[in-house]
T-cell receptor, first 114, second 114 residues
Framework: EAGVTQFPSHSVIEKGQTVTLRCDPISGHDNLYWYRRVMGKEIKFLLHFVKESKQDESGMPNNRFLAERTGGTYSTLKVQPAELEDSGVYFCASSPISSGQGYTFGSGTRLTVV | TQLLEQSPQFLSIQEGENLTVYCNSS?????LQWYRQEPGEGPVLLVT?????EVKKLKRLTFQFGDARKDSSLHITAAQPGDTGLYLC??????????????FGKGTKLSVKP
């Protein structure tokens, strides 16, 4: 089966611009998660979708970040306007509905804000 | 705030040696997952442990969850160059609505020299 796909793999934008990251989970996985790793820090949770609903968005840094999952399939994470501290690697992961057994991660999007 | 302290941060050993990586917290977790990450890729799940005192073996890798579900260890026997990579522990939070929210350690960067 295809894994979790993230696009783009890299993005370099200027401060103040907008960037949209996309994640395609494994087909049939109802749970979709976004995580972020800022340089030198641990991977941190951003939010969790169950199908199209936001189950937990307690990790979202501020209102410049907007995540959507229309139709319960792919998800987008928009950063508007981007700030320097938003630079990092953004990971998406998915799991089946009843899984507490671990997730399948995508390769990540490396975002650099200059 | 729940934290997972992972040690050591870096480990460089010769092929054939044994090693142990530790993951400690003052908080109780519902599960503990170990991942391995290669450069440019997302974390790949190795194992999930859910019961206090549980021990799981994956070839030369042995994973243990502490009795109190606050700590875990990864032991590699007779390390090989192919074991080189970043090892991450991640704790699953207890409680409804937050089970998708993993707390990650900062990782242990392992280098096994031939």
């Amino acid at each position: 089966e295809a894994g979790v796909t993230q696009f783009p793999s890299h993005s370099v934008i200027e401060k103040g611009q907008t960037v949209t990251l996309r994640c395609d989970p494994i087909s049939g996985h109802d749970n979709l998660y976004w995580y972020r790793r800022v340089m030198g820090k641990e991977i941190k949770f951003l939010l969790h979708f169950v199908k199209e609903s936001k189950q937990d968005e307690s990790g979202m840094p501020n209102n410049r970040f907007l995540a959507e999952r229309t139709g319960g399939t792919y998800s987008t994470l928009k950063v508007q306007p981007a700030e320097l501290e938003d630079s990092g690697v953004y990971f998406c992961a998915s799991s089946p509905i009843s899984s507490g057994q671990g997730y399948t991660f995508g390769s990540g999007t490396r975002l650099t804000v200059v | 705030t729940q934290l997972l302290e992972q040690s050591p941060q870096f480990l460089s050993i010769q092929e054939g040696e044994n090693l142990t990586v530790y993951c400690n917290s003052s908080s109780v977790f519902s599960s503990l997952q170990w991942y391995r990450q290669e450069p440019g890729e997302g974390p790949v799940l190795l194992v999930t442990v859910v019961t206090g005192g549980e021990v799981k073996k994956l070839k030369r890798l042995t994973f243990q969850f502490g009795d109190a579900r606050k700590d875990s260890s990864l032991h590699i026997t007779a390390a090989q160059p192919g074991d080189t990579g970043l090892y991450l522990c991640a704790g699953g939070r207890a409680g409804r609505g937050s089970q998708g929210n993993l707390i990650f350690g900062k990782g242990t960067k392992l280098s096994v020299k031939p």
